[in-house]
């Protein structure tokens, strides 16, 4: 377990420029050391990995939904912009593999909603027990030794998933994807708005997802 001691509150009565000063008189290099000296109390390496594991793990389940998605719209725009995000996400091979199975999904015609509930599902499991994780790795991190109950644990992290993930993902797709949903777009004005207008507000859809984090 941890051997981190708690860290005070210091809510109110600090700002930044106290933290400007302290870290003045107390160094950068010692700043570093004692914070590597800390993740490495509270066995941060190992909740990284494992935060590592489960984001990597709820997108793959996010790309599952969004194939169903795409198959549950059919052909036409909506469809398109999934498509070409997929294969933003993926380029080369695996992005052909995503468009394949789309079409391929569209073609068949049966179990066209089993992707999109299934993926949806798994993500939102997922995603509860990563910002689980997410908790525990702070509370040994902030010295805390024993988590919330199981109910009131899940049920926040449930909710910080239903709230600061979707503001995440949100955020990365405005970001990351932006371009392919302003090539989705008829007109070259709405396009070209979009692609400036994408990165003012991927930036404020994570900041409102760290804000919600740190509250």
Known sequence: MSVANEVPETYGETDGDDARKTLARTGRGR???DAFQRLRAADGFSHARSLAFLTALVLIQGVIALVGLATIVGKG????????SLQTVAPGPA?????EAVAAAQKSGTHQSLALILGA????????????????GLNRIYGIEQDRPTLQKYGRAFVLAMSAGVLAIAAFFAIALGRSVGDSFQSD??????????WPIGLALMTGAIALLFK
């Open 189 to 198: 004005v709405a396009a070209t708005i979009w692609n400036v207008l994408r």
């Open 31 to 33: 700043l570093i050391k």
């Open 77 to 84: 725009g909506m469809s398109n912009l999934i498509t070409n």
């Open 95 to 99: 992005g052909k593999v995503f468009t």
């Open 121 to 136: 599902v798994a993500a939102i499991v997922t995603g509860t027990t990563l910002m689980g994780q997410l908790e525990r």
